[in-house]
Nanobody, 127 residues
Framework: QVQLVESGGGLVQAGGSLRLSCAASGRTVSSHNMGWFLQAPGKEREFVAALTWSGRSTYYADSVKGRFTISRDNAKNTAYLQMNSLKPEDTAVYYC????????????????????WGQGAQVTVSS
């Protein structure tokens, strides 16, 4: 079983940066695509970014393209989300997740494909 734990959330002013980390334990996630999702109050969970198990391919939601960067360090069993130029509308709980399949070459963006989830990290951007 895989356990994911996010860290690095917090309060930041608009235009600032935060780096979220997602540490996996239980077993390696190096063969799984990893994704980040956000959920704002009263809204459904939505896709933010994901990358393949190899790290060679990435995909971003239009709303974060050019501002957020997803990466992973398979040696540390950890994924990251670097968030720059933050906006108040980025305020949400951010979740990391591991796709249930292994060695996928394509990136899936629907939450239902991701079997393992962290507990979430609150990101609040003040104006």
């Amino acid at each position: 079983q895989v356990q994911l734990v996010e860290s690095g959330g917090g309060l930041v002013q608009a235009g600032g940066s935060l780096r979220l980390s997602c540490a996996a334990s239980g077993r390696t996630v190096s063969s799984h695509n990893m994704g980040w999702f956000l959920q704002a109050p009263g809204k459904e969970r939505e896709f933010v970014a994901a990358l393949t198990w190899s790290g060679r391919s990435t995909y971003y939601a239009d709303s974060v393209k050019g501002r957020f960067t997803i990466s992973r360090d398979n040696a540390k069993n950890t994924a990251y989300l670097q968030m720059n130029s933050l906006k108040p509308e980025d305020t949400a709980v951010y979740y990391c997740a591991a796709d249930g399949a292994q060695y996928l070459r394509t990136i899936r963006t629907l939450p239902r494909w991701y079997d393992y989830w962290g507990q979430g990290a609150q990101v609040t951007v003040s104006s």
